[in-house]
């Protein structure tokens, strides 16, 4: 249809009284018996669409087009099931769509249609049928629930683990975008909510992430193209790797938001005597796991190769939220990251991408993560007494304040440690965040730099605080002491100087 009739036809939608519209006209060739006739409805409700969804799409909705679509979902031609498929996905762009729940009626059709779909060598097919899938679970408002049966929630999850075992890779990644979608508090089962299924889904989804990035790191393209082909490969498992990861958070949330609600704890029908394995205890220990195992070692690869900003920021979101989804193991999984140098790491995140005002989202979840694990690692801490309540208290006011303003090398970090010049404020406060992360670090066995030059560092702040006749924090105080009695030499021994500025400053 060239543009000048298609023009023409959009005009007839708003024809003159007593006339039949072209919705009307064009549903009449819909609920034909000629399969030629429901195709050519089909492209032509598509290509008014496109011409002008947001004028044209009320019409077609309020004409109930969008009811004998899902019905035509059931049909056995590739054709026109391709083609309502792609209708319903350009009629999903209009609010007026979801309100009128046509989503609620023609989900099962979705659903079963795609499960029918999967089985046929029609890749194209496949891919337009999840698209439509993933545009109806991402924008189904929250207060009209889709899935109306667990039967029909179980069904969509078995369809998307079907889709993301695909060989095809276009299938995968389309499947893995529906699944995040699909990991959403209102789109699960009233309780008892199926967590073994949800981790089957889960599995489904990292295991073709970790084989589609060990494809791609076994192949070694050759020729003048290899260059071209090595950075195209490393593109595309970026974004599989992206999506699988926004997937995996949308686990994180969804358990963080059933810890609020009783019902959802555990499965009220299991036998007392049975072991618990549908409980949303068993599901956030698998997501701590599944991360330490598969999504720590997937983004350490990767990032040996490219680093990227948003995968970083959705990467350090979900480490930030295993310390609330499994709350007896937050310092545990602390200590586990710093000793595998994750405050090396995120410092040269911040760095690299967050100074001035760039990335400030990244910045935000840089500092979140690292306050939380910087008060886990003092909560429970290797070498020096546990804290008092009020000693915790201000070094989390501390370190929330501190941390977002850290943005610098450690070798500025250091720099500015030994800054003998007058500090206050914020000043202060960065100076005392850049003192616990190096000892923090180094505690963990993450030096990551020189013992000499962090020795001569916090002496110099030392020197400065009483210069300025200043009493630091007492953690601060106790870390600085700690780093000074483990960075000198075994021979030698403290300046004399150093020596009365502590007794001084004590």
Same mark, same amino acid.
């Given at each position: 249809m060239n543009k000048v009739a298609l023009g023409e036809s959009a005009k007839n939608i708003e024809g003159p009284p007593g006339d039949p519209s072209l919705p009307l006209v064009l549903k009449k060739l819909l609920l034909s018996r000629d399969e030629t006739l429901q195709v050519a409805s089909a492209h032509c409700i598509t290509a008014v669409l496109v011409y002008s969804p947001e004028k044209y799409a009320p019409a077609f909705i309020h004409a109930d087009i969008p009811e004998f679509l899902f019905e035509h979902l059931s049909s056995s031609s590739e054709v026109l099931v391709w083609s309502s498929y792609n209708c319903l996905t350009l009629l999903a762009e209009e609010p007026l769509f979801f309100s009128? %729940?046509?989503t609620v009626y023609g989900i099962e059709a979705v659903v079963r249609s795609l499960q029918a779909s999967l089985k046929m060598n029609n890749t194209e097919l496949h891919k337009q049928g999840l698209l439509l899938f993933t545009e109806i679970l991402t924008r189904q408002p929250e207060e009209i629930k889709l899935f109306t049966s667990p039967a029909m929630c179980r069904d969509a999850g078995c369809a998307l683990r079907e889709a993301v075992s695909s060989p095809v890779l276009e299938v995968a990644a389309e499947a893995v975008k529906a699944t995040s979608a699909f990991l959403r508090k209102d789109h699960q089962s009233a309780?008892?909510? $199926?967590?073994? @299924?949800? $981790?089957?889904l889960l599995e489904a989804v990292l295991n073709r992430c970790a084989e589609f990035s060990q494809t791609c790191l076994n192949r070694r393209p050759l020729g003048h193209a290899s260059s071209r082909d090595s950075e195209k490969a490393i593109l595309q498992r970026g974004k599989f790797l992206l999506s699988t990861l926004e997937g995996f958070r949308s686990a994180c949330r969804l358990a963080i938001e059933f810890q609020s609600e009783?019902?959802?704890? @555990?499965?009220?029908?299991?036998?007392p005597s049975a072991e618990k394995k549908d409980t949303l205890e068993a599901f956030s220990e698998f997501l701590l796991s599944a991360c330490d195992s598969m999504c720590i070692p997937m983004v350490m690869r990767h990032l040996e190769q490219t680093t990227q900003p948003a995968l970083m920021e959705v990467f350090l979101s979900i480490l930030h939220s295993l310390f609330v989804i499994v709350p007896h193991m937050k310092e545990k999984f602390s200590k586990k990251l710093a000793a595998s140098s994750f405050i090396r790491l995120t410092l040269e995140l911040k760095a690299r991408f967050c100074s001035g005002l760039s990335h400030s989202a990244l910045n935000q979840v840089c500092s979140s993560f690292l306050y939380c694990m910087c008060l886990n690692l003092l909560s429970a801490p290797e070498k020096t007494g546990p804290p008092s309540e009020e000693e915790l208290s201000t070094v989390s006011e501390l370190l929330q304040h501190g941390l977002p303003q850290?943005?610098? $090398?450690?070798? @500025?970090n250091l720099a500015f440690l030994s800054d003998r010049q007058y500090m206050e404020g914020a000043a202060r406060q960065r100076q005392h965040c850049i003192l616990l992360l190096f000892y923090l670090a180094y505690i963990h066995e993450d030096r990551f730099v020189s013992e000499a030059d962090l020795f001569e560092a916090v002496q110099s702040?030392?020197?400065?605080?009483?210069?300025?006749? @200043? %009493?630091?924090p007492l953690a601060v105080f106790k870390a600085s002491i700690y780093v000074l009695a483990v960075c000198q030499d075994k021979d030698s021994v403290l300046h004399e100087q150093l020596h009365s500025s502590l007794i001084s400053i004590s």
């Open positions: 009128k %729940c046509h309780p008892p909510v $199926r967590y073994g @299924e949800l $981790r089957a009783p019902s959802a704890q @555990e499965n009220p029908f299991t036998a850290i943005s610098s $090398r450690s070798p @500025e702040f030392l020197l400065s605080l009483q210069d300025q006749d @200043e %009493c630091p």
